[in-house]
């Protein structure tokens, strides 16, 4: 049994590892830290861990980190990995980082979005981004993996395929995505109080949230051409889940048909990914799963393509995806504990 | 008082049409009728009016009807309208029809949409649109108005004052709506079950919903050329409100002050809208209200601007707008009862 | 036109109170206070406000209060109220106190619940309990009103017909009671973030909440005999309302019939009372209304009644019932803006 | 691997049945039906199946049923098992039954509480009750169980304990429930449409549900003397989930610290039962899993004790109770699939 260790359990994306990796066969969870106060057994932090496992979380002790865990995940906030991250890896402790911290190659990009200086530039160029269908050979070999966010999940899988054949018109990509509550994070904000998100709905930091440069870097990099999407998300009132409808336009003409088996042919033996034609995927098919549902539609109009795609944003979405990278580091089956 | 009948007024649009009028200064609510097996008081359909109005709901009877009130609204089901509403207006009653049989100029596109044959092209003829804010004039000289969609309403709201500038290129227009449950009807379907759609959420009708071409229509009329918007409405777990996203490019670039500017100049002497610069509206500050919010934003991206637009689909988007052309149709102050 | 004003307009009481009054016939609202940190149009706080209104919303200065308006709501955290409302009494302003620093005889109660030392022992004795249907008259005559709490008003509501005749055992009362979020009021608090809150209930403060003896010197006062209910709040994923199951035994079995006629007997008059035998009441008929429903079931066990009450916490249970007695002690109609 | 027919796959529990026996290392589906026109891949029905199982639901084929599986789950409406049961029992086939068809030892207050006639007889005295805690070591022994009701599985266990040693007023016992919409089934009915259950909650059945006699039944057998729960159930605006608060008085004084050893003695082995000392489980903590969670109360008055307990009504009420009576058929781990 691999021994694991989640810094940032209380969180959601903390949270939910913990939920994953109890049903895990080959791993078990033998280190929990968290910023609070003292230590405190996590069935005490999270009452449905009752009488299912018994580990006390406790601050922060990078050694004691070490001497109890072999392979890490880190649900910090951004910046806080930063700090984290190299005292694992200078020890060669396998970690998968489900913050933004070491996802972009140029750290000019992440510190201007990000509002910080990088200080593990060093790390920075290791780190492997982790969305195993388009980076599985490389996570493979990595002991660094940089979790993708959840919004990019949801858009890079389901525009990746065009891009990488390079069918869309760079500067076509609208993205109007949609997502529940847990993706904010667990915060003490009154913007969070139930009674202002329940019964409304929402679009917020209007083309100008942080994962769209995280998208265009990815896009960019497996397109080999520069891009910039147009981003909206939006707040709906509900737990978990994101939806994102995104309008593409492709240089020449196709059908449906020939974009159709594109996107088969792309994800047929992707063991969480499922594609339909001519149907937009809803969420309540994908919460609860690691799976990504993708639904291609042609437009009647202007040459457009939809694309929707499915996912929760806490397992496929951050949790179960980083598990699903460790089990691709640990030579694993790919879905062990995912299915 | 002005003695008013509702037909249709078990649905979600007549019972609003019930809670507003019961309100309004100016008229008394003398005749109710829906399809039902028996006569029954009101407030035994809908608890909330026990205490609050007597008046018996009947099976339809023309005869009773035109003796009964002096002017009529119908919340019927697309395609009842039309059998009913020729009996009322031959005998120049004046009517609000909030169904969809009177809304296109072009019978063969109501046709091909609706899939019904239009048994009555005269009035047809005679119906104003009623988009108080595009065209308060004719309504004010009609007897006929055809109330628009919910959608149609929030959408050319938003987008009108580009288009009747001109400024918007035609074939560029996406739009992504979202829509809470009322805007479906009261249906008994295992598809609006309540946990089918609590905790989902899902784009249905993607690019084929019978309100594009109502948006088509009414965007070309006052555009003065073709327009063909692509539209994607989504299903959203609440209540009340529609928050439509529209994604539009300029014929030439433009400023957001400049654009700003054009829409309160359009919408200032407007009773219900409001307008927002680089702010997008929440669903929350529009629902109970007759308000349309309006937010402007410039993305930094393709020249594109993104429009976001909110009502409540059942007031602004049906009965509240309803009310409110009748408010003109009387000569009354246009936000009366509304307010 | 009465000027009032509102200290504390931004909670949720606040805010319901700006709602109501806009729509009042016979009152303006010509000042608002609360604790923010430098004066701001109230319409940039509560963006549904936007084009309705343009009043000023500043930290409290008393002076400026006096001599701004004429009649003051409190909806002031509980404790505070107990420094403001001394400053507006002195001057003979008419006060309605939301919170329940006046509602309490025996100070004793209140410090031991509400952890403080009472400070205004003068005015207490002065204030009248506001709940309108059993203290008219006293209300009418009064200059200062302790507006009830939510819970006490749906359950004294539906309890004090039978304890006012003596019928019940008073050991025998149970009350089980639901309640929407914003009665918790608008906190930042992770126990209240959206989904922390979204698909999940439970019972809290078991036995042990504040309302408890709030309903217990009522019943007292009114029953001349000691009550002590068995009061069980529960926490429900919706937005307003209360809703009340309320165990009792007879001392003498009774039936339906007496029971109801007793109900309608004690109720017929009022305008915001509607009882329901054999029925019990459901919350969206009450929510968005100053009603309270009361459905009046037999078991047909053990001899046992069951009382249901429904109301809407930010309305009958604060707000509303607030300019309810605000009508009464100026002589207004007393449904005026409330219907 | 355990081949197993599931009869009645297309409602809500009969999904969760197939969603928990994916994941089950001991058997394998091998058989559905369900009241369908034509035969379906079932992953067309709930797309959350599609790419994770192949079979085709079917209209019921005994022959084939027997021929495909054996050993069968009936999640079929009440009065459908009557017919469906006695054909698999004749050839000895294991059966767990999910209606309540076959859990009343008295087939006159089944035929009272269900309104038909009951045309097993014989098989109805060899059904074991499903109740896990309280009759493990008949349903070893036994082919044929019949699953208790969601409402009683919760109250049972948290009134038995006490109700085994004789401790409650008989007369006294007080059930106030809550519940999820998942527990109406899945119906095309207005009433259920999302709007009308969304931001409402009401009590339904009050004291006339037929979960009542089931609960009584059992505190009867199991408490050798005759008990008639008050009970009335609620409806709140959630998927999934129970939580009942039960009001119940001891014959004689107790402490809490001596009732809840009771309850801890009473369950300390049991995999899927938490007990909490003074303190309120919450739904969220159950929800998605096999467990109860119960937490023991004593009032400060009239000698009275609040027993709380919480499950989630399509797993441990239904389908994961179903799977754990299976287990424990079988010979299986009683947990295993289900942790």
């Known amino acids: 049994m691999l021994k694991v260790g989640i810094i940032g359990a209380t969180g959601y994306a903390g949270e939910e590892l913990i939920k994953i990796l109890l049903g895990h066969p080959r791993v078990t969870i033998s280190y929990l830290a968290a910023e609070i106060e003292k230590p405190q057994p996590i069935n005490r932090i999270f009452g449905h861990l009752s009488g299912r496992m018994e580990v006390v979380c406790k601050p922060l002790d990078i050694a004691e980190a070490k001497a109890k865990a072999e392979f890490f995940f880190l649900a910090l906030p951004h910046r806080v990995s930063l700090e984290v991250a190299p005292q694992l890896l200078q020890d ?4 998968v980082d489900l913050s933004a911290d070491y996802r972009f190659k140029d750290r000019g990009v992440y510190e201007e979005w990000y509002g910080v200086t990088h200080t593990d530039p060093g790390n920075l160029q290791k780190a492997v981004y ?3 269908e388009w980076y599985r050979s490389r996570i493979r070999k990595s002991k660094f993996v940089a979790n993708p966010g959840c919004y990019p999940t949801a858009c890079l899988l389901g525009l990746l395929p065009l891009v990488k054949k390079g069918l ?3 500067d076509s990509v609208i993205i ?3 997502s529940g509550l847990t993706g904010a994070g667990r915060k003490a904000s009154v913007d969070f109080f139930f009674s202002e998100i ?4 929402k679009a917020y930091k209007v083309d100008c949230h942080q994962h769209a440069p995280e998208i265009d870097q990815i896009l ?3 397109g ?3 891009y910039q999407v147009v981003f909206v998300p939006h707040l709906l009132p509900l737990n978990r889940g994101i939806l994102v409808t995104m309008y593409v336009q492709l240089k020449k003409a196709s059908s449906i048909d020939v974009l159709y088996k594109l996107y088969r ?3 047929c033996w992707e063991p969480f990914l499922r594609v339909f034609k001519d149907h937009a995927p809803q969420l309540k098919d994908v919460v609860g799963t690691n799976f990504c549902d993708i639904g291609v539609v042609k437009s009647k109009k202007h040459g457009l393509f939809i694309l929707v795609a499915a996912i929760d944003n806490l397992i496929k979405g951050a949790s179960g995806q980083a598990v699903q990278n460790m089990n691709i580091m640990c030579g694993f089956k790919e879905s062990e504990g995912l299915l």
């Open 198 to 201: 329940n019964e409304n709905a």
């Open 130 to 132: 982790g969305l195993p």
């Open 265 to 267: 042919d792309s994800y």
């Open 220 to 222: 960019s990099y497996i």
């Open 92 to 95: 060669d402790m396998p970690v």
């Open 176 to 178: 109007d995505a949609k």
């Open 224 to 226: 080999k051409t520069s």
């Open 168 to 170: 869309i018109k760079p």
